[in-house]
């Protein structure tokens, strides 16, 4: 059902307002430049990831609010279609070694490119971040979000990849 609705919000992303003032207000105008590039479903999706993430505590270090809106902006080095992304979820569950097979190379060839980007984005992303001198955590954060979560349990800001994980897991 997860996925069928994350389908039907691609669909009509086109209808659905962003809320701008909440991103310009979170990230920095050097940020904006790692936001605006996104396809717009993937803006919603990471306003999702931040309204949740602000809805779990009280409070929200910066970084954190920074990562919601950002930790897919390595997405933006390929565009996929909703096919291609499809497609990755159909072969992860049915057939996850010609999953991990497709995803091994670095190379965004037309039938490897969803199951490169869904691998390497993390990686994108956070060297995307570096590249404008963005705060260490925020790399962190964005570099380390697909990752398993018990990997870090011995890591400072394991508790905010987790409220960062658990809202990306429920958008």
Same mark, same amino acid.
């Given at each position: 059902?997860h996925?069928?609705r994350q389908g039907g919000?691609?669909?009509f992303?086109f209808?659905?307002?962003?809320?701008?003032?909440?991103?310009?207000?979170t990230l920095?105008?050097?940020?904006m430049?790692l936001?605006?590039?996104?396809?717009?479903v993937e803006?919603l999706?990471?306003?999702? %990831?931040l309204h949740?993430?602000l809805a779990?505590?009280?409070?929200?270090?910066p #970084?954190?609010? $920074? +990562?919601a809106? @950002?930790?897919d902006?390595?997405?933006?080095?390929y565009?996929?279609?909703?096919w291609q992304?499809?497609?990755?979820v159909?072969v992860r569950?049915?057939?996850?070694?010609?999953?991990?097979h497709?995803?091994?190379?670095?190379?965004l060839?037309f039938?490897r490119?969803p199951?490169? %980007?869904?691998k390497?984005?993390?990686a994108?992303?956070?060297q995307m971040l570096? #590249?404008?001198? $963005? +705060?260490?955590? @925020?790399i962190w954060?964005v570099a380390?979000?697909?990752d398993p979560?018990?990997?870090w349990h011995?890591?400072?800001?394991?508790t905010?990849l987790?409220?960062l994980?658990?809202?990306d897991?429920?958008?």
């Amino acid at each position: 059902m997860h996925r069928i609705r994350q389908g039907g919000r691609a669909l009509f992303a086109f209808a659905k307002p962003l809320d701008e003032a909440l991103v310009q207000q979170t990230l920095s105008p050097i940020q904006m430049g790692l936001f605006r590039p996104l396809k717009r479903v993937e803006q919603l999706h990471s306003i999702n %990831v931040l309204h949740d993430v602000l809805a779990q505590d009280d409070t929200t270090p910066p #970084d954190l609010a $920074a +990562a919601a809106l @950002l930790h897919d902006c390595g997405k933006s080095r390929y565009a996929m279609t909703t096919w291609q992304k499809t497609l990755v979820v159909l072969v992860r569950t049915f057939i996850p070694s010609l999953a991990q097979h497709l995803s091994q190379e670095d190379r965004l060839t037309f039938w490897r490119a969803p199951f490169v %980007v869904r691998k390497y984005h993390p990686a994108w992303g956070a060297q995307m971040l570096s #590249d404008i001198s $963005a +705060a260490p955590r @925020l790399i962190w954060l964005v570099a380390h979000h697909a990752d398993p979560l018990e990997q870090w349990h011995d890591h400072p800001d394991m508790t905010l990849l987790a409220r960062l994980k658990k809202a990306d897991d429920a958008n």
